[in-house]
């Protein structure tokens, strides 16, 4: 089986940055497309990023667009979030998730068929 750990999280003043790093594993997981979700207090669970397994193309919510950049390391099985401006409305539980296959609903949470624990962002005023 996959398995995603997510680390990199932590309390930081508004206007801060962030770097989350998420490390995959596993027999079979070369080819896995690897995405961003967040999901804030009383909130939804929410798209944030996706880049595909080649690091070639990736997609950002657009709420999140110009402030997070997401990136793959050299070795394909670990991912980044970027996170620069951070904003308190930015305080959320982050989630990394992977697919073996994604299309134009590459936003909804039913794409992906592996999920890390999550990393806690903090961000204050």
């Known amino acids: 089986q996959v398995q995603l750990v997510e680390s990199g999280g932590g309390a930081v003043q508004a206007g801060g940055s962030l770097r989350l790093s998420c490390a995959a594993s596993?027999?079979?997981?070369?080819?896995?497309?690897m995405a961003w979700f967040r999901q804030g207090p009383g909130k939804e669970r929410d798209f944030v990023a996706l880049?595909?397994?080649?690091?070639?193309?990736?997609y950002y919510s657009e709420s999140m667009k110009g402030r997070f950049t997401i990136l793959k390391g050299s070795a394909k099985n670990t991912v980044y979030l970027q996170m620069n401006s951070l904003k308190p409305e930015d305080t959320a539980v982050y989630y990394c998730?992977?697919?073996?296959?994604?299309?134009?609903?590459?936003?909804?949470?039913?794409?992906?068929?592996?999920w890390g624990q999550g990393t806690q962002v903090t961000v204050s005023s």
């Open positions: 998730a992977a697919t073996k296959f994604f299309s134009g609903a590459y936003y909804q949470r039913s794409t992906y068929d592996y």
């Open positions: 596993g027999r079979a997981f070369s080819g896995y497309h």
């Open positions: 880049i595909s397994w080649s690091g070639s193309s990736t």
